[in-house]
């Protein structure tokens, strides 16, 4: 049963939401100790939220009593929210973020903190201090990806209606989905109020929806998307009725395969399996045709990272120990006492990532890359621009391997971690929508086939997932 037919059923005068939340909150727990997606499971929150649904004199909502998960980078008034960082370890926000707010008041009932890499700093969801690493449902020794891989993981696990709200950097809410075998929806920068998001880099971070369907993601980003006065970012643009698209005739897309993004790097498995969905879709009509996006491959990665991890360095300064975050004995002048808290409570991929972007910022060198950086990412999103020009969306895969063992994650370099990012980063720096959909399986493991389109144009990118689907499913 999807999220549609679960609303419509949920409003009927017989059903509990009570009763059914209490048996959601069950099965969460079971499957949590098996695959360890959530951070904590809110039932508390979740029961006193079903009963006050069920005392309404008027059921309506279009999520009415709909169970949903909610990364833990985005706050919840009264729900322990930490970003997945020992450093925001008790940390209760006294209001909700505007885009879960949204969902609560079409009749959502969250119940549980999903599983990140610390700040959203990672591939892999192996990021992680305060808890167990999040497990792959295709395959136990395998990575959920990141750094919403806890979303992605239960999302393709939870064995009744369920949703989930990822936010995305760098890919985040992309890879996990290609890992997962799940639907992973990001919208432009913009489409989605920020307010009420513990940040990575503001000019970077998207909420968007994660879930087993192309509609049931559309319907999620539907609700959530709108300006918010609490956000100067979010954009007064007219929410589109993305939800409606599903079963989109193929002959109407215009799809441009990048081939840098099925050249070296990308293994053949996942290259064959992109491929083959490409073909499905254009035998059912679809006008195929190559497209080279050069600058985006050659320089995405390095002027991501720059403009990242400088944006996460100043955002991260805030926690020292005084005003935020966790609170250490007061000993020592200053320096010492905010360098003894950020070591402790920092992990070492954060320790890493605040010292290359305060580097990367600081007087003398700021002009040499931080700049510089900027404006390559002006020439990115022209290349992007043009391209779309011509096509309707531009389709490669999502991530250049299957989940990988977390055996073989362990060898890899931090380097070598990042360049993981390579299909993903791109859309991302340049604020494009994209959608990443299962394409089939390569060795027993889901492989994703991502879409994108310009800027505001949600509408083109669930229409290429849903035609996929169709063929796929």
């Given at each position: ?11 009927g ?9 209490a ?18 499971i ?40 930490t ?8 940390y ?23 599983a ?28 959920c ?11 393709a ?11 995305s950097?760098?890919?985040s809410?992309a ?10 929806l ?26 087993k ?45 990048v ?5 070296a ?5 996942v ?8 073909k ?13 996006l050069?600058l ?12 990242a ?10 926690y ?7 609170h ?16 402790k ?8 990532r ?10 003398g ?17 022209e ?27 362990e060898?890899l370099?931090?380097l ?10 791109p ?15 390569s ?9 994108s ?9 669930v ?11």
């Amino acid at each position: 049963m999807d999220a549609f037919r679960f609303a419509k059923e949920s409003q009927g005068k017989g059903f509990s939401v009570e009763h059914h939340t209490a048996k959601v909150l069950e099965k969460s727990e079971k499957l949590n100790k098996r695959f360890h997606h959530l951070k904590l499971i809110s039932s508390d929150y979740a029961v006193k939220r079903s009963k006050e649904l069920d005392r309404q004199g008027k059921r309506s909502g279009r999520l009415f009593g709909l169970p949903v998960s909610v990364k833990d980078c985005l706050c919840i008034k009264g729900i322990e929210s930490t970003a997945g960082s020992k450093i925001l370890s008790g940390y209760l926000p006294v209001s909700t973020a505007t885009a879960v707010k949204k969902l609560e008041e079409e009749g959502a009932v969250v119940i549980a903190k999903t599983a990140q890499d610390e700040f959203g700093f990672g591939t892999f969801s192996t990021n992680i201090l305060e808890q167990k690493i999040p497990l792959n449902p295709f395959d136990l020794e395998r990575s959920c990806g990141g750094s919403s891989g806890g979303s992605a993981g239960f999302t393709a696990v939870a064995d009744f209606p369920h949703v989930s709200v990822g936010e995305s950097t760098g890919g985040s809410i992309a890879c996990p989905a290609s890992f997962c075998g799940v639907v992973g929806l990001t919208p432009s920068y913009g489409r989605v109020s920020r307010h009420g998001l513990i940040d990575y880099a503001n000019s970077l971070d998207k909420i968007g929806a994660i879930a087993k369907t192309v509609r049931e993601a559309a319907l999620l980003l539907e609700l959530m998307s709108g300006k918010d006065e609490k956000d100067s970012t979010s954009l007064p643009a007219e929410a589109e009725k993305l939800s409606e698209l599903n079963g989109t005739d193929a002959k109407k897309l215009r799809v441009g395969v990048v081939k840098e993004f099925f050249g070296a790097g990308i293994s053949s498995g996942v290259s064959k399996v992109a491929w083959n969905a490409i073909k499905q879709l254009e035998s059912e009509g679809a006008r195929v045709e190559e497209v080279s996006l050069p600058l985006n491959a050659k320089f995405g990665i390095a002027a991501y990272y720059l403009i990242a991890l400088s944006e996460a360095s100043t955002n991260l300064a805030r926690y020292c120990g005084m005003r935020y975050g966790v609170h250490e004995k007061l000993e020592g002048n200053f320096d010492e006492y905010f360098s003894m808290v950020r070591s402790k409570n920092f992990s070492k991929e954060s320790k890493r990532r605040i010292i290359l972007g305060t580097f990367a910022r600081m007087a003398g060198f700021r002009g040499a890359y931080y700049v510089r950086a900027m404006k390559a990412r002006t020439k990115l999103v022209e290349e992007f621009r043009k391209a779309f020009k011509s096509f309707t969306v531009l389709a490669h895969p999502t991530m250049p391997l299957v989940a990988p063992k977390f055996s073989e994650i362990e060898k890899l370099s931090p380097l070598q971690q990042y360049s993981m990012d390579l299909c993903t980063v791109p859309a991302n720096l340049a604020g494009l929508p994209h959608i990443s959909v299962n394409a089939g399986k390569s060795s027993g493991m889901p492989v994703g086939l991502m879409f994108s389109a310009d800027h505001l144009h949600e509408k083109n990118v669930v229409s290429a997932a849903a035609a996929l689907e169709a063929v796929v499913a």
